[in-house]
């Protein structure tokens, strides 16, 4: 199973909005709605953002969304801020009962 | 509140062997399903083993048949026993809880981490 494709960096102004896109196949991404995000901090564990394509679980900002189209995932964090610069890594659950993660993506804030 | 504490980790040498424990709270483990996932320093997320809450296993290829997961449901705790370790197991180890959706049967997320222990394979 291959990794989600992901772009190594985003960058973006206080206040701005960036999207993080995370590509997959019809074997993973494209087959089921079970996309999940995760917000890393440098020397930090991954920490859940968005389960299930959009939701968002208990306590994440709502500055956090997220969508599928096909075999591809987005990420948008809106009014970025500070702490929001972070490495951030899509997930899919694939046809072989798998969890795949895709590459990460550094989010950097101007 | 959802608490997992690694330990365990540290330096060994090729070809040694090392066990990771963690320590579960808020929860019970053996009614969940649980993985360890990895971290090579710099580089991504890989899911090494998971346990399924009725005792079964998966691993990745790279770990099977040196690396096994278990758990103690009196001491509420996850392993991961790892023998024959290479230099390129070198990573921050994450046990995780996971989702389990039973539509697909299968895990489709993970919901908790905890905050890793370094393990270095290296002469």
């Known amino acids: 199973q291959s990794a989600l494709t992901q772009p190594a960096s985003v960058s973006g102004s206080p206040g701005q909005s960036i999207t993080i896109s995370c590509s997959g196949s019809?074997?993973?991404?494209?087959?089921?709605?079970?996309v999940s995000w995760y917000q890393q901090h440098a020397g930090k564990a991954p920490k859940l953002i968005i389960y299930?394509?959009?939701n968002r679980p208990s306590g994440i900002s709502d500055r956090f969304s997220a969508s599928k189209s096909g075999n591809s995932a987005s990420l948008t964090i809106s009014g970025l801020q500070a702490d929001d610069e972070a490495d951030y890594y899509c997930?899919?659950?694939?046809?072989?009962?798998?969890?795949?993660f895709g590459r990460g993506t550094k989010v950097t804030v101007l | 509140e959802v608490h997992l504490v690694e330990s365990g980790g540290g330096l060994i040498q090729p070809g040694g062997n090392l066990r990771l424990s963690c320590a579960a709270s808020?929860?019970?483990?053996?009614?969940?399903?649980m993985s360890w996932v990895r971290q090579v320093p710099g580089k991504g997320l890989e899911s090494v083993a998971v346990?399924?809450?009725?005792?079964?296993?998966s691993y990745a290829d790279s770990v099977r048949g040196r690396f096994t997961i278990s758990r103690d449901d009196s001491e509420n705790t996850l392993y991961l026993q790892m023998n024959s370790l290479r230099p390129e197991d070198t990573a921050v180890y994450y046990c995780?809880?996971?989702?389990?959706?039973?539509?697909?049967?299968?895990?489709?997320?993970?919901?908790?981490w905890g905050q890793g222990t370094l393990v270095t394979v290296s002469s």
């Open positions: 808020g929860f019970s483990v053996s009614g969940q399903y």
């Open positions: 997930c899919s659950y694939t046809t072989l009962n798998t969890l795949v």
């Open positions: 995780a809880r996971n989702k389990f959706e039973t539509l697909v049967r299968g895990l489709i997320f993970y919901e908790d």
């Open positions: 019809t074997s993973d991404i494209g087959h089921y709605d079970y």
């Open positions: 299930n394509v959009f």
């Open positions: 346990l399924y809450s009725g005792g079964g296993t």
